[in-house]
């Protein structure tokens, strides 16, 4: 199965902008990035979503290098509302279906 | 919109008995997807449904996990006989459809279900 590797855990400060990078070798060439945020006792819930360079939306930016085997969520200027885990999404392809898989993903705690 | 709706929240079972879990996907979804968490650990992938085929459940134990999609609509999972190690939050997801390529698409969690066995 495809695999991310993710820092587990970061620390940072109210109104920092965070980096968190994801590697994943062997993504598919057709598979998408996705990013998803974690409190506790809730589901994930998306964040971002991109192919190659670079997206933004409200939240967050997806950097995106060529050889697409990493990515980096960049969050501006987080808040004490931003301490979550957060997973970046790759998939697999066996047996003609997708299978989406999950990393441990990287908790961030950020101080005021 | 309502979100993804999951029941019960809570439950706790001994090992060996049996165990249930509802999911009523976002209307208009296609795909629903059950998870299992373990905690610590990022959602695996148990069952996947499109409309009301099974699409993968390679990763789901067969031996006591299985899973139904009624009228492509709602859900059940269900568990039985239950083992110690099956403690997990156990999320339902749903997704416009798979796409062209099988991505693209976000998924909508519900709030998952805790199971503990105890």
């Known amino acids: 199965l495809a695999k991310t590797t993710q820092p587990i855990s970061m620390d940072s400060y109210e109104g920092q902008e965070v980096n968190i990078t994801c590697s994943h070798n062997?993504?598919?060439?057709?598979?998408?990035i996705t990013w998803y945020q974690q409190f506790p006792s809730q589901g994930p819930r998306f964040i971002i979503q991109g192919y190659k360079t670079k997206v933004t939306n409200e939240v967050a930016s997806l950097f995106i290098p060529a050889d697409r085997k990493s990515s980096t969520l960049s969050l501006p200027r987080v808040s004490l509302s931003d301490t979550a885990v957060y997973y970046c999404?790759?998939?697999?392809?066996?047996?003609?279906?997708?299978?989406?898989?999950f990393g441990r993903g990287t908790s961030l705690i950020v101080h005021p | 919109e309502a979100g993804v709706a999951q029941s019960p929240r809570y439950k706790i079972i001994e090992k060996r008995q049996s165990v249930a879990f509802w999911c009523n996907p976002i209307s208009g979804h296609a795909t629903l997807y059950w998870y299992q968490q373990i905690l610590g650990q990022g959602p695996k992938l148990l069952i996947q449904f499109q409309n009301n085929g099974v699409v993968d459940d390679s990763q789901l134990p067969k031996d006591r996990f299985s899973a139904e999609r009624l009228k492509g609509v709602d859900s059940t999972l269900k568990i039985q006989p239950a083992k110690l190690e099956d403690s997990a939050v156990y999320l339902c997801?749903?997704?416009?459809?798979?796409?062209?390529?099988?991505?693209?698409?976000?998924?909508?969690f519900g709030p998952g279900t805790r199971l503990t066995v105890t």
């Open positions: 062997n993504i598919a060439t057709n598979d998408y």
């Open positions: 997801a749903s997704s416009l459809g798979r796409g062209l390529a099988g991505v693209g698409y976000e998924q909508y």
């Open positions: 999404l790759v998939g697999d392809w066996a047996g003609g279906s997708y299978i989406p898989t």
